[in-house]
């Protein structure tokens, strides 16, 4: 069985192949063709750190995610985050290989955030607003330098200096990256990929600005405000999880009648050209599943 480093992983999901791929898996799921349970979380005895496995079955491959997750690790040195997606074949369940697993996170959620983007962005995207300075800020420009080379990312960090650093370090060929100004132009697009507890964007919903939250991954968590969120279609990328998952959703109170997947609007039903939409994205092993489809087909 092969192993994939984080380098190597990278390497074999380039982002136009994993969007595409994305996009499949999400029809597949909701055809019933892949079988994706909720993810199974057991922290450790005394509460320091958990393990998480992440299951999925596909008529051509089997997946399994598992992570463990230390939050103090970043005081010895040591990732918070670390673990391996594995891969195997349906057929016989020949195992086949391993691709990093933090790397595999950050790619397939940039890149749910991109489908997002071509499915419901109204109109041609040259500016976006990115709000985070952290991991998924950093995957998230590599995905928007891979598929809109020429537009504009503006960064709003917790901090000016923050934000200048972040900046700074993570200019990228092919896109103007810089902090946000006061009085900016509209957005096409808006991104928040934050660990929030409290509202961070609650602009009236435009039909104009496509709104995506990928932080807010506990019902504890919040980034999206209710005046974005009352006005606006809802979609998740994934429903099964998204109750228990979507903080925004969650904290807003919304009716889960009410909040479509993605997959319905994959299929050619989409809300008005006058309709705002919000798009809550909390992954799920489906997309490490699709992943690991790229992989194999770029020959990992």
């Known amino acids: 069985m092969k192993q994939h480093s984080a380098p190597d992983t990278r390497s074999l999901l380039p982002f136009p192949a994993l969007i595409d791929a994305l996009a499949q898996a999400a029809l597949d799921t909701a055809a019933g063709q892949i079988r994706c349970p ?13 393990l998480m496995s992440m299951p999925c079955v596909g008529d051509d491959i089997m997946v399994t995610k598992l992570l463990t997750l ?7 040195n040591l990732p918070t985050i670390q673990g391996q997606v594995i891969c195997a074949e349906a057929l016989a369940g020949r195992f086949l290989f391993t691709l990093d697993g933090p790397t595999v996170t ?15 962005a109204r109109g041609p995207v040259r500016r976006v607003l ?3 300075t952290g991991t998924q800020a950093i995957a998230h420009l590599q995905a928007l330098a891979a598929i809109y080379p020429g537009m504009t990312v503006v960064i709003r960090g917790r901090t000016p200096e923050r934000t200048q650093a972040f900046c700074a370090a993570h200019t990228m060929p092919g896109l103007n990256v810089r902090p946000e100004q006061a009085d900016e132009d509209p957005f096409d697009v808006v ?3 934050t660990a929030s507890t409290s509202v961070i964007y609650n602009e009236p919903a435009r039909a104009s600005c496509l709104v995506i939250g990928v932080g807010a991954y506990r019902t504890d968590m919040v980034e999206i405000g209710p005046a974005t969120i009352a006005g606006s279609t809802l979609y998740v990328d994934d429903p099964v999880g998204a109750p228990t998952e979507a903080g925004d959703l969650y904290q807003a109170g919304v009716d889960w009648q009410h909040v479509h997947p993605l997959a319905q609007a994959l299929q050619g039903r989409l809300p008005a050209p006058d309709q705002p939409v919000f798009f809550k994205s909390v992954g799920c092993a489906a997309w490490d599943l699709a992943a690991c489809r790229v992989a194999r087909q770029q020959g990992g």
């Open 38 to 50: 909720e993810r199974t979380t057991i922290p450790t005895r005394d509460q320091r750190g958990a």
């Open 70 to 76: 230390f939050a103090g690790n970043t005081a010895h």
């Open 106 to 120: 950050m790619r397939r959620t940039a890149a749910i955030s991109l489908l997002g983007i071509r499915t419901f």
């Open 130 to 132: 990115l709000i985070g």
């Open 191 to 193: 991104l928040t990929l």
